[in-house]
């Protein structure tokens, strides 16, 4: 019997996760899932991987308007972008979510989807996290990654289910997660099909279509997997709505909230610039949901640590 | 050697089929399509079952505002509702889209997910076809489900890509195709997570989300899949641009094209009240998309047939 989990210290954690397996597994038992309705969705920032100091696809948005200065002379006098170009982030984003928007639109819109994945391609090929230098893709926690796994060996069928756009992940989730581009739910934009030149194109539009966080994500699960998960990981209130829906079903479930406790080997925070963790961790005894303490019960965080 | 697709007459329609999956599974052949990029889209109404003379969701919906009649008084003297109550559809339609739009509102919203999910059941376990008095779950093309299942053998993943609601679809997909509720993608309505009693629940809002139809079908297909199918199945404009962004991929791709010729064991149109076949089956033959004859290329069309 090999550990399924070595990241994973024994603890109450690791326990719940493997009894959990073990209930919804078992043929004949009270607590059996069938495999078509084993359904489990994952919060990706924070969750999957590191989302500090900000997201991810905040710093490729910062960096891709710096990258398309050159043909917007207007932006080194026009905010948010400014700001951005000066370096000066908490400036930029002085002007909340509609300054946010902006910028996103500036960045994720107005080529074709085609286009768009080569660009974040491009972009993580090369772009490090700044504290530990790495690529972001080597910012993903090893116990969840083994955790993806464990599930997927006792046929879950895994979703990401995050706030972040939809279209940012999928180039690279199916190589890095081993989840694919259609499980992979997300905030979208609106798009456009078109015939360019003879050939059909899909256009990005600087319209938003859907955001997938807090009550969104319940709604978004329904969208598009249509059926309720009986599994759950998040890591701040974002994902307190998604955890309500999947623990309010018939039967076994398990809700699982990330916790960022270690300063030394990743970031100490409950609250952060970019979310909160609060209500969810209020609710979480009463629901039963399982606090993984990332400091104590994870003996590696990321891979790359000797 | 037992042959996958008995429904089909031998001829070219089903030819076409059998080389171009031999084509895509032939290992080290030029024209190999690993398993995870072999996404096939599939049309519903008209493609997979009968939508003639009107979809199956219209009747439905007919029948949904006759039962929510009790509750709305006023309907007996407010359009398109009085026309409806009255049985003359084509006064109730003669309102346009935006008549349409109410109806479907007017039985699609208000009320929770599952319990949507639960009206939809009940009336297919009673409603039947007018023509010939069977459920309308079996008014399905014996020759699609064997394809269906033929290309599933193949490692094929299968999608519903659909003009009609996703939720009206969901609940029966599986059963009856074997496609399962989080490979639907239809038109839909916004909805709204909340708590209810202290219970989670996902309301339906009278608000249009997305309409899955025309150059809606290939963004809906970037948008819930994320990747190029490489085979699509289709009966009308409705899905020519389904058709063109699945031909224009790189590699070996299938267009097919259904096209209603028999009156006898079904009905023969080009077009119907509901929609028209005549853009795309004219970029057929350019394109190399297959044109199934159902009266010579299928030996059956419903599984009921003696």
Known sequence: MTDPLPAWNDGAAKQAILDFVAQVTTAHSLTFVPPTDRIAV????????????????????????????????EWHTQEPFASVLKGDLEAALAGGEHALVELVMATHAGMTTDEFTAIVTDWLATATHPTTQRPFTEMVYQPMVELLDYLRSHDFKIFIVSGGGIEFMRPWTEQVYGVPPEQVIGSSIKTKFEIRDGQPVIVRLPELLFLDDKEGKPAAIQHYIGRRPIAAFGNSDGDLQMLQWTSAGVGASLGLIVRHTDGDREFAYDKSAMC????????????GWVVVDMKNDWTRIFAFES
């Open 42 to 73: 994952f919060d990706n920032d924070g969750t999957l991987w590191c989302e500090y100091p900000m997201y991810v696809q905040a710093f490729f948005v910062f960096d891709r308007i710096k990258a398309l200065a050159p043909q917007h002379p």
């Open 276 to 287: 909160s963790l609060d209500v969810a961790l209020a609710e979480a005894s009463q629901r």
